[in-house]
């Protein structure tokens, strides 16, 4: 987890994707191609069947006589129409009208001049083509008005069904991380003083806190190292997770904007994700994103402006998400004063705060460490060691507490948030 890694190298800006859907693969779609042709066709044996059984009275004695056939129809009306629906053929109702009745017309002579061949005395002569000719309209009637009807109406919604099914998967739980630069020293400060930060036990801690992660079953995603990019171990600053949407952002202190497009690549290298960015004029660091059940505060701070919280505003509006704007005026970031619970209670330091009363529920914690936590699944937390009350209130609520030292990312104002970004 300490190996170094090549400088990032810039990456054109993106524009805002919809959702993001896999492209079906061959695979797939020639599946969906012989699902649906199959559907077609075993629909038109039934009902083929069904027709000449009712046809002729009911008798039992029909079946073993016209399964034969109408089972050779279907299996040509399958592999006919399996290569038409490849070319598309369902794409448009009168194409699928078109080569329905072609593939079940062609397909129902196939058949009957093979059941004719085996059973009339003079196969090959005038009257045996006439019956095969004229059982289009008589024997196999119902089987070509099937096989038109399902083409039309159902292969296309079969195809469809089968390219776009996607079966529930056990969600991975990713979360990205970012090594430590070797420049620690010079990283932003804004509401502390400076106070020299031992390297070597920051690599350690960082360490120690991916290795919490794993330990809790997250699997980490490390985001290409960037030496020189003081800052770059806050990687929760640079993108925020919105299900399959990842929001790059345009973070507000200016050193710190060269960070994100290793994190945009780090981003789009995982599946199902797709990315849009705050764009200039506006500002945004996830610091200042906190998201609570559907509902995301945003930080109006020093570092995210007005125009940052409207384009992530635009961003989610077609998502299930409600932003809400939170004034900042006495921390860093929004969850450098007030995180959140799993069951959706904020927790925080009111003296941090401009408004407690925008949460619907809030709890005050004993220490400033202690107002960041990491929810790492619905019964357990992440937080500083150096909030050691807080982790024992938090534990008399029932929650498993697991605590990391992290004491040289706090002398830069980071928390345990901040280290990572879990992909959610
Ligand atoms: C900065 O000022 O940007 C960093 N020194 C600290 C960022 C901490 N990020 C966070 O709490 N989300």
Redesign the pocket.
Known sequence: MTSPVPPSSPLPAAPVRARFTPPATRGRRTAAVLVSSAVVAVIALVAAVLATFIGNGQSPQVFPQVFGHFALAAFFAWALLSIANALGATRVWFLALITGLASACLAALIATTVTVAMTARSPFGPQAFLLVVGSLVSLNLVFILAVVIAEVLLAPRVLHGVMSYAPEREPRRLALVRIPASNLDE????HVERRPVDQALADEQWDNYCAALVAEGWETVEVDAAPDLA?SV?V??TVVMFDDLAVITR?G?ES?RPEIDAVERAVRSLSRVSVARIEEPGTL???DVLKVGDVVYVGASS?TNAEGIRQLRELLAPHRYTVVGVPMSKA??L??AATALPDGTVIGDPALLDATSLFPRFMPVPEPEGVAVVALSATSLLMSAAAPQTAAMLAGLGYRVVTVDISEFEK????V??LSVRVR
């Open positions: 990283a932003e400060l804004t800052d806050f929760e600053d973070p202190a710190r660091d996830g610091g570092r860093l970031h969850k450098s830069l104002e980071g928390c948030t901040c």
